[in-house]
């Protein structure tokens, strides 16, 4: 198969685990004869830096032809001061939606190596194994008008949906349901936003056509405490865009470290882009201390989602969880009795693993 990769590292630890990202793309394309080839691009601060811009017209061209893009992250205490419309978290924003990236998946699964990891109680993580399907191109994030008014005597921000963006990821939440345990829990904040009771009758609309799933609706605030006190409560979750970002961040204490938490943010036609949920961690950035496995996990959605290649996808996943099972982890990851490795070393052990992980074997498949 010939797939043709943009690659986005953009800042920080952005290019550390993109270039582990690329490394098991490489290892998967040699062992299974796939013609992977890749082009890279600037966005985020290095494109300001750069190009004078966080999203240059040259990345948004080369991610229209690709068949997949990778992004690791963008942001930075460098480039905080700048103006709202020139941050590079502009960059994110305006590639998801000049690409209609409108569903974001975010499984947070807790791998049975790393059920201690967590600061919660192991009785508590244990089984937790949810999908946060995050609405991504609407909501306050792309709302206007956003402004600053009267000589900063007011400040507003605009939370609008049309009913088809709420349709179309209420949709992609049912279809992720029926593929997972069939449970969908709807989170809004109906007792205060109009768009909230759309979205609860807009979700009562749809469930007609998805009789085997259980629908439930619960408040934002309510499902931010559940989330750490009753993970394995949730299966499918779907809420619009900043509920989701928020919950998703929280949810990664069930896996021991945001290091571990994969993304993909898709359209109806398969093109995908693929990141960490993590941000630039300017704290640990040029360390080599970066954990790489929330982006080898999203390698594994690019394989499955943009790709459909199934087996090389579980075939990354089993790696992973084989790694971790030899207790090999970074220095995020708090493993008593592990064997702490740099993020390049952990990538090398994902990658030596991936010719002997045997697939057949029970393996974690919660990326739907
Ligand atoms: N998708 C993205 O590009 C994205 C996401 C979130 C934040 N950001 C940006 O990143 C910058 C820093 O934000 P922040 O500090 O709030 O969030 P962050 O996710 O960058 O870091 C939060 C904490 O988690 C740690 N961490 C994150 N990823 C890690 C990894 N792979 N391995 C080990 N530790 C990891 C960091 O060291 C830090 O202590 C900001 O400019 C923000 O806007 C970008
Ligand atoms: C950097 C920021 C714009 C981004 C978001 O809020 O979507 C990040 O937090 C994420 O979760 O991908």
């Known amino acids: 198969m010939k797939k043709h990769i943009v690659l986005l590292p953009g800042d920080g630890i952005g290019p550390e685990v993109a270039r582990a990202a690329k490394r098991v793309l490489e290892a998967i394309a040699e062992q299974h004869q796939h013609t992977f080839t890749f082009e890279t691009h600037n966005i985020g601060g290095s494109a300001i830096d750069q190009d004078g811009t966080p999203l240059p017209e040259d990345t948004i061209e080369a991610c229209h032809k690709a068949d997949a893009v990778f992004l690791g992250a963008v942001g930075g205490p460098k480039w905080d001061d700048l103006p709202g419309h020139m941050r590079p978290e502009k960059g994110l924003l305006g590639i998801r939606k000049q690409l209609g990236l409108f569903a974001n998946l975010r499984p947070v699964k807790a791998f049975q190596q790393l059920l201690h990891a967590s600061p919660l109680k192991t009785e508590v993580v244990t ?7 995050r609405e991504l191109t609407g909501g306050l994030y792309f709302g206007e008008p956003s402004e600053r008014r009267n000589n900063d005597a007011e400040v507003v ?3 609008a949906y049309s009913r088809h963006e709420i349709e179309r990821i209420v949709e992609q939440a049912f279809q992720s349901a029926r593929l997972r345990r069939n449970h969908l829990t709807s989170v809004d904040k109906a007792n205060v936003l109009e768009s909230s009771r759309m979205w609860r009758e807009i979700v009562e609309e749809k469930k007609q056509e998805y009789p085997e799933v259980t629908v439930e609706h619960m408040l934002v605030d309510a499902a931010a405490m559940k989330l750490v006190t ?6 499918v979750i779907v809420t619009e865009n900043m509920f989701g970002d928020i919950l998703s961040d929280e949810a990664s204490v069930l896996t021991g470290s945001l290091g571990m938490l994969p993304s993909a943010s898709i359209r109806k036609d398969g093109l995908g882009l693929y990141e960490p949920v993590h941000g630039s961690a300017p704290d640990i950035a040029g360390q080599n201390k970066a954990n790489p ?3 080898i996990l999203s390698v594994a959605m690019m394989l499955k989602h943009s790709f459909k290649l199934e ?10 969880q084989d790694v971790l099972a030899a207790r090999y982890h970074t220095a995020d990851l708090n493993i008593s009795g592990g064997i702490p490795v740099s ?9 030596e693993q991936l010719s002997t992980s045997d697939t057949t074997e029970n ?3 919660c990326y739907v």
């Not at 009753?230 to 299966?235: A, I, K, L, M, R």
């Not at 087996?311 to 992973?320: G, H, I, N, R």
């Not at 993020?343 to 990658?351: C, F, H, P, T």
């Open 230 to 235: 009753n993970p394995s409560y949730f299966d």
């Open 127 to 133: 089984g937790s194994d949810l999908l946060i399907v």
């Open 293 to 295: 496995l929330a982006s």
């Open 343 to 351: 993020g390049s070393e952990l990538a090398n052990k994902v990658i």
């Open 157 to 159: 921000d605009t939370l």
């Open 363 to 365: 393996i974690m498949r």
């Open 311 to 320: 087996e090389e996808a579980e075939q990354v996943e089993k790696a992973v």
